[in-house]
């Protein structure tokens, strides 16, 4: 990389706009394209016109990102079994900074997937990075007055679904590492004390892995019963390891030292209360390698 790379704003600030593609589109495969559909933009650009290039660049990737959404949405409508964000691989220091961390957990990028696209660009740009609202209106199309009503509507509506998040990582990592100890040495009392009784378990197979339920689970009864029942017909050794997935303590799933899923919970008063179970092996291709999110 030359010296001219490390100066051009785009490389400078690449980690924000990953992040801004990555929850516009819950995607890390779909933000690295609006990342380069981006780039070939931002070459084009005589720099010398623009007055603010980190404002100037989050407006051409959210443009993309848009146009990008309004496609998967198409996609997402042929999806077999639930679609899930696909999870990033994140280092522990992205939880010191909480807004950030809730806002890329796959509790709130799973509510993200109900709002339109305008709402969800609107409320990440609002929320997440803060930007101006004529910044926002600029960016999505819409008149400044437009896009703080789609805020208020926008952050009403993700509260209400929003699971509360109001859980202090070292309390995240205690329970993830019970639920770990639990599930790999199979004691089924121990997992059914760590679950709420109204718990959710959402698995993401894409149709291309067995024993993946493709309907919410619900209710601690059902879940440990169906897992206790998959894991019976498993072959090979399925082993849980914690890690950190979307800026909160996650899970990872090896089948004989392969990967084989990634799980993110939620927890409330310290039960979990809902299962995020990624097992789809297009979306496992980013918990490798550590992501660089940044706003």
Avoid: C
């Avoid at 309390?171 to 997992?191: I, K, M, P, S």
């Avoid at 339920?213 to 894991?231: K, Q």
């Amino acid at each position: 990389m030359s010296i001219a790379d490390h100066e051009d704003p785009f490389v400078t600030h690449r980690g924000l706009l990953f992040t801004v593609a990555y929850e516009l589109l819950g995607s890390a495969a779909d933000a690295e394209d609006v990342l380069q559909e981006s780039w070939l933009r931002w070459a084009a650009v005589d720099r010398a016109t623009v007055r603010e290039p980190r404002a100037y660049l989050v407006r051409i990737v959210t443009r993309q990102a848009l146009n990008h959404l309004r496609t998967l949405s198409r996609r997402r409508e042929d999806y077999i079994g639930e679609w899930l964000p696909e999870p990033l691989l994140t280092s522990p220091d992205v939880a010191d900074d909480v807004e950030l961390a809730e806002s890329l957990s796959i509790a709130t990028l799973t509510v993200l997937e109900t709002l339109s696209p305008a709402e969800r660009a609107v409320f990440v740009l609002r929320e997440v990075f803060d930007v101006p609202y004529d910044e926002i209106a600029d960016a999505v199309g819409k008149t400044p007055a437009a896009v703080r009503q789609i805020a208020h509507r926008a952050k009403d509506h993700v509260a209400a679904r929003r699971p509360r998040m109001k859980v202090a990582p070292e309390e995240h990592e205690a329970v993830v590492e019970r639920f770990v100890a639990a599930f790999n040495t199979g004691n089924v009392q121990d997992l059914m004390d760590m679950l709420a009784p109204d718990v959710v378990s959402v698995a993401d197979g894409g149709g291309k892995v067995r024993g993946a339920a493709r309907r919410p689970l619900h209710g601690a009864d059902n879940i440990v019963r169906y897992l206790a029942g998959s894991l019976a017909k498993f072959t090979g050794m399925l082993v849980a390891k914690p890690t950190w997935v979307n800026g909160l303590p996650g899970i990872r799933l090896e089948v004989d030292g392969h990967l084989a899923g990634v799980v993110s919970l939620t927890i409330e008063d310290g039960l979990v209360t809902r299962i995020f179970s990624v097992a789809n092996p297009d979306k496992l291709g980013r918990v490798d390698e550590e992501a660089a999110v940044e706003r």
